[in-house]
């Protein structure tokens, strides 16, 4: 009985990891099958756009854009083949690098050097201006708006890239300084120490400590800050107009009343798209980096 | 490594005082003389505010009065980089991003020495250190040991006027402990660079300091050698914090009779000879009054291991607990008389645990430990008869804790005989 028994608990034992597996797979496949299916019907308007940028303006009045999985022949590289040899389309791919790339630069260099100081710098009043600014976090951006853009008028640079840069990096900084303060604070205060003693000045502990050792945040905040600013339609629209308007406001000028140029919106989109996603890929890695380990202890 | 020619390094603390925006004092009115070359150790329970005077010396931390003088220059104003000073953090601080050569060299780098002898002097220092083969790792890479070897790499590859060491080897495991604890006797011996090396452990502060400067809540207590620590502590708080197991205190009672002195505790009555007397003299003023009796644990043995033991310096005691250290036995046993209380050994007893304290504060009889010689027939419960070796006593003021030796106390009343 007792030796029966025991040889029953091995085998079941032995057959075990195999069984655990199955039932897991069991009771998780619910779970699966909702989470595909959200997904799914999340990413149909983007799959839409998708076929639909591949597809002629006839061929859009005509059908919708599903009929285009049941019969692959319509798709075709025109609309992209006729976008490349738009002009217009190509000052707007430039005027938004020339206000995204700046503009989240800008915050990140500034938003690093306040956070150092604020994070690892003794000086008077500290704690209630690093409060000031994260208190500056609930201002709604819509509401400066208008008297930005008057401000902007008396100085002169309404309309321009410059007024959109400016307003990016004046309103990305109380967040990216709370984040990057919020990362640095964790970084030992006696590596720094450390390196105060071994002679570093306070410029060059910034640059060979906290860039370094802060890169997960930095690289997070950047990437976020980039998409932000690219993505970007509002402040684009209000201070950046005519010729100095980014991608997403050119492509937005082509939704008109009474019709659609969809051969530039579908493909413009993507176009634009593009752009954020190879950032984030490209970064990627600054995200899960553990590079503090190995510091202390 | 060689020894580059400088100038003398001595470090002098004078009224040295810290007191923190909140009003605490972690250093009142500190005086030291650190000899150039010379290793100094400051020890006392955690919150003493050694490492707090450490930080004022490296320039970490502002010094509200006083002087520190590094090499007869008054460094107070002086930012940390330009006091020529280096520093071993207790949990290390490597920079984590950086090899241990780059780790090694930084401090080297920043002072602009070209790339050639920077070169040259990492490996010198890794050599030293027996960190030879690990200079591409990361400190993620290394042991423990090895880390706290990188920490020691930094600050002795820049031959600096001083080496300041915060509890470097705290976070190490008991074997590498007492392994590095030599390795930085020797390395700090071969560089001569004046040492100021803090530590709660008393063992740390006797092995390796030339000398050794006992703290307490801020305040000085005793600097000395640390045999002259162990053997003449100016006070309570030094003699219960210098040695392991640590002295055994009891109050007692000082009495003569037809010349004869005896000193009486909880039963027990031992006779002090001439030799005690002769180097002790204060004593004598403290006939007939109550003072605090201190034995230190190898002043104890089984009476039965000793030939011709003196009849009149026994005492009879049942042992709770034995323990068996090989070369020793440790025999744990209560005295019955009440435990001495007093700041000090207040203060002593909250460095080893709340729980300690409380017990002080509770028990009737007091806790002592001797070391017997391993063949004692003593057991646990059993009865045991001890000698003390009288010549080796300690007295304290049982109203201020200080020591009495050779010349009376001031403040005690005049002699009696």
Do not use: W
């Given at each position: 009985m007792a030796i029966a028994a025991r040889t029953t608990a091995e085998n079941r034992a032995e057959r075990s990891p195999r069984g655990k597996r199955l039932s897991d797979t069991v009771a998780r496949g619910p779970l699966h099958v909702f989470l595909i299916g959200l997904a799914l019907l999340w990413l149909t308007p983007v799959v839409g756009l998708f076929v639909s940028s591949f597809r002629t303006v006839a061929a859009y009045s005509e059908s919708g854009w599903w009929t285009a999985l049941t019969n692959p022949r319509q798709l075709t590289l025109q609309p992209y083949l006729e976008l490349v040899q738009n002009e217009s389309l190509w000052t707007a791919v430039l005027n938004t690098v020339k206000i995204s790339v700046p503009a989240s630069l800008l915050v990140v260099m500034i938003a690093a050097l306040a956070a150092y100081a604020f994070a690892h710098i003794e000086f008077k009043g500290r704690d209630w201006i690093f409060i000031l600014v994260v208190a500056l976090l609930v201002v709604p951006l819509q509401m400066a708006l208008i008297p930005v853009a008057r401000l902007f008028g008396l100085a002169g640079i309404f309309g321009t890239v410059t007024a959109a840069i400016v307003f990016h990096v004046a309103f990305g900084l109380p967040f990216a300084i709370f984040l990057l303060r919020n990362f640095f604070i964790g970084i030992p205060g006696d590596i720094l120490e450390a390196a105060r003693i071994d002679g570093a000045s306070e410029l060059q502990i910034f640059r060979r400590l906290m860039l370094p050792l802060g890169m997960p945040a930095i690289a997070s905040l950047l990437i976020f800050q980039f998409i932000w600013t690219w993505n970007d339609l509002l402040v684009a629209l209000v201070f950046a107009p005519g010729s100095s308007a980014p991608l997403n406001v050119y492509i937005r000028s082509q939704m008109r009343q009474y019709g659609t140029s969809i051969d530039i919106i579908a493909p413009g989109t993507f176009i634009s798209m593009s752009v954020p996603l190879l950032v984030f890929f490209a970064f990627q890695r600054y995200f899960v980096q553990g590079i503090l380990a190995g510091a202390v202890k | 490594m060689e020894r580059v020619l400088r100038g003398l390094a001595e470090i002098t603390l004078e009224e040295v005082a810290k007191t923190f925006p909140d009003g605490t004092e972690a250093v009142s009115s500190f005086d030291l003389d650190i000899a150039d070359g010379s290793l100094m150790v400051l020890v006392g329970p955690s919150g003493c505010g050694k490492t707090t005077l450490l930080r004022m010396v490296a320039g970490l931390e502002d010094i509200t009065a006083g002087q520190v003088r590094i090499g007869g220059k008054v460094v107070n104003e002086i930012p940390p980089?330009?006091?020529?000073?280096?520093?071993?953090?207790?949990?290390y601080a490597l920079y984590p991003h950086m090899s241990v050569y780059d780790n090694i060299g930084y401090g080297l780098k920043l002072r602009k020495v070209n790339k050639r002898e920077r070169d040259r002097l990492i490996r010198q220092a890794a050599r030293t250190l027996g960190l030879g083969d690990q200079l591409l790792k990361k400190p993620r890479a290394l042991s423990g040991g090895q880390r706290q070897r990188v920490a020691m790499g930094r600050a002795i590859v820049r031959q600096p006027e001083a080496f300041l060491m915060d509890e470097p080897l705290s976070n190490l495991d008991a074997k590498l402990r007492v392994q590095m604890r030599t390795e930085i006797s020797r390395i700090q011996r071969d560089v001569q660079v004046t040492t100021i090396y803090v530590t709660h452990d008393q063992t740390e502060a006797m092995t390796m300091g030339d000398r050794v400067a006992v703290m307490k809540k801020g305040e000085l207590q005793q600097v000395d050698a640390p045999q002259s620590l162990y053997e003449h502590p100016e006070n309570l708080f030094v003699a219960g914090f210098i040695g392991s197991p640590s002295m055994n205190l009891v109050e007692a009672a000082l009495d003569a009779s037809d010349g004869h002195l005896f000193v009486e505790f909880g039963g027990t009555r031992l006779h002090l000879g001439h030799d005690v007397r002769g180097r002790r003299r204060g004593i004598e003023g403290y006939i007939g009054r109550r003072i605090i009796l201190g034995i230190r644990p190898e002043d104890m043995e089984d009476a039965s291991m000793v030939g011709a033991a003196p009849?009149?310096?026994?005492?009879?005691?049942?042992?709770?607990?034995?323990?068996?250290?090989?070369?020793?036995?440790?025999?744990?046993?209560?005295?019955?008389?009440?435990?001495?209380?007093?700041?000090?050994?207040?203060?002593?007893?909250?460095?080893?645990?709340?729980?300690?304290?409380?017990?002080?504060?509770?028990e009737a009889g007091t806790n002592w430990v001797a070391r017997l010689n391993p063949r004692t027939r003593a057991r646990e419960g059993g009865r045991v008869e001890l000698v003390v070796d009288t010549q080796n006593l300690h007295f304290f003021d049982a109203a201020t804790g200080a020591a009495i030796y050779e010349n009376a106390q001031p403040e005690t009343p005049g002699r009696a005989l």
């Open positions: - | 980089k330009d006091r020529d000073i280096a520093m071993v953090f207790q949990n009849i009149d310096r026994r005492m009879l005691v049942t042992v709770d607990v034995k323990e068996a250290m090989g070369s020793e036995i440790y025999a744990h046993f209560e005295v019955d008389a009440p435990p001495v209380l007093t700041e000090d050994t207040k203060e002593l007893a909250i460095d080893a645990g709340e729980e300690v304290l409380e017990e002080l504060e509770e």
